[in-house]
């Protein structure tokens, strides 16, 4: 492993000040505690988030079934993976917009049970190779093992924090991601690790949630929304800002206002789809 690999750790790489720092891991802390929850989960009383938000998942295949078509998945994607890889998270399709080749090597971002790297990994076939990402060490256990249930040889789950990628430099072709950037304190720090680890060439292919208009400060600073990908959604032009600086070009956000219907659930009652929705993310670095 090269020296980039072992650096994912905020104390050997994390260039903010201080209290800045801090507070971005109490901030990253809370999620994992929240998503360790959701990786354990029987029901989704085990959540502490809105019922039917990204965390508020069920061992219920049929539930999460429902959810992931609803998100655009279709059934024989879903029928491709190992039992309980489907969690029902998310908020779109990545492998939708990823135009995934034989032979390309894909991270996933936020890669939870690995159901997106179990879609990638026949996509890439055995001359590919595939490297799911999460910060959760329950998440990593479960992926792990629903890849030896599935015998997917050529997909591995490293842990680590999105911001600071167990990934060689220029090694990747394709970055996917559904509905995690989106939890990150520091957005901008991502993209520059995405642009890091990719080839000359290389894409994001992203689904995530996104603001279309600045959120109130009480939905920014609720727990709940935050866990369940929606209070600390980027507004698009910060977004589109933090890629360009990190170096990509070529960047289409897409809004899908059809998503706020399933936001709304997501929040009953809160009014969040108002400001937020879902959109694809699709940028080259060049």
């Known amino acids: 492993m090269s020296e980039n690999e072992n650096c994912c750790a905020p104390s050997c790489c994390d260039e903010t000040q201080p209290d800045t720092a801090a507070k971005n ?81 894909v991270v996933d971002l936020g890669s939870g049970g690995g159901f997106d790297c179990f879609l990638a990994s026949p996509a890439v076939s055995e001359t590919g190779h595939v490297i799911g990402i999460d910060m959760t060490p329950d998440m ?63 894409r994001l292919a992203i689904s995530d949630v996104v603001a279309t208009i600045e959120l109130p400060e009480e939905m920014r600073n609720d727990p709940l929304l935050i866990a369940g990908c929606m209070g600390n959604a980027a507004l698009i032009d910060d977004l589109t800002n933090d890629l360009e600086a990190a ?25 969040v789809e108002n400001y937020v929705v879902a959109a694809t993310i699709e940028a080259v670095k060049v």
């Open 25 to 105: 891991n109490t901030f990253r802390e809370n999620v994992r505690e929240k998503y360790a929850k959701v990786a354990n989960a029987v029901t989704e009383d085990d959540c502490d988030a809105p019922a039917a938000s990204c965390c508020g998942t069920s061992d219920d295949e049929a539930i999460n079934t429902l959810i992931s078509t609803r998100l655009g998945y279709s059934q024989a994607e879903l029928n491709a993976v190992p039992s309980g890889a489907d969690m029902g998270l998310g908020c779109g399709n990545p492998q939708a917009i990823a135009a995934l080749k034989a032979g390309e090597t």
């Open 247 to 271: 170096g990509f070009r070529d960047i289409a956000i897409q809004p899908k206002d059809s998503s706020k219907e399933f936001i709304q659930d997501w929040a009953p009652g809160i009014g």
């Open 140 to 202: 990593i256990s479960k992926a792990r093992n629903n890849a030896n249930t599935g015998k997917f040889s050529n997909v591995e789950f490293r842990l680590g924090e999105i911001e600071h990628l167990p990934v060689a430099d220029n090694s990747v072709d394709v970055i996917i991601s559904n509905c995690v950037i989106n939890l990150s304190p520091d957005k901008g720090q991502v993209f520059k690790e995405a642009y890091r680890i990719l080839k000359t060439g290389g």
